[in-house]
């Protein structure tokens, strides 16, 4: 098994340009989440899904969109870049069973936006 | 609003070392607390995973406490090893199904 991959691994981006970052996994989970890591903190939450076509929010939401078609990806949108986007994006994903869910991360992508 | 907090944010030790990181959180009712790892420039790994009603995790050199009536966890690393360091994270499954994450601490262990 891959595990969970991201893609790209480095984006730079101008201030206003849209992206998409890619995130799949080939365990068959249900549970995908995509986090933000800046510097100093602690991962916080974008959005997350419980399964295929079921997204919900997380703690922050504001400038990301979100989808999920298949059990395999959930991509990251961002619809208008801006510099406070800068940061660190980590997807997650997990079994679905929220006792004993252990969290598999993928690599990571380091977002610039100028 | 749950909130995580680790302390300290972080530690230096000498090699061999048995050490302690602490972890508190604000609301009581979680589904489960997870210990992480991550090295620089890398993703997450997950350590331990103390279910609710779980007391404890033990993996090796790593034991993990969770007293959710009193909202605290600690991490016990025994005679700790320059491998070690890193920085460890803590997150808990809040009611509404999402992990929530603690700033951290960085723990370096001198040779």
């Known amino acids: 098994n891959a595990g969970v991959t991201q893609t790209p691994k480095f984006q730079v981006l101008k201030t206003g340009q849209s992206m998409t970052l890619q995130c799949a996994q080939d365990m068959n989970h249900e549970y995908m989440s995509w986090y933000r890591q800046d510097p100093g903190m602690g991962l916080r939450l974008i959005h997350y899904?419980?399964?295929?076509?079921?997204?919900d929010q997380g703690e922050v939401p504001n400038g990301y969109n979100v989808s999920r078609s298949t059990t395999e990806d959930f991509p990251l949108r961002l619809l208008s870049a801006a510099p406070s986007q800068t940061s660190v994006y980590f997807c997650a994903s997990s079994y679905g069973d929220r006792r004993s869910d252990e969290q598999y991360f993928g690599p990571g992508t380091r977002l610039t936006v100028t | 609003k749950q909130e995580v907090t680790q302390i300290p944010a972080a530690l230096s030790v000498p090699e061999g070392e048995n050490l302690v990181l602490n972890c508190s959180f604000t609301?009581?009712?979680?589904?489960?607390l997870q210990w992480f790892r991550q090295d620089p420039g890398k993703g997450l790994t997950s350590l331990l995973l103390?279910?609710?009603?779980?007391r404890e995790q033990t993996s090796g050199r790593l034991n993990a406490s969770l007293d959710k009536s009193s909202g605290r966890s600690t991490l016990y690393i025994a005679a700790s090893q320059p491998g070690d360091s890193a920085t460890y994270l803590c997150?808990?499954?809040?009611?509404?199904?999402?992990?929530?994450f603690g700033s951290g601490t960085r723990l370096l262990v001198r040779p």
């Open positions: 997150a808990v499954m809040d009611s509404s199904y999402k992990l929530i």
């Open positions: 899904s419980v399964g295929a076509g079921i997204t």
């Open positions: 609301d009581s009712a979680i589904y489960n």
């Open positions: 103390i279910q609710s009603s779980q």
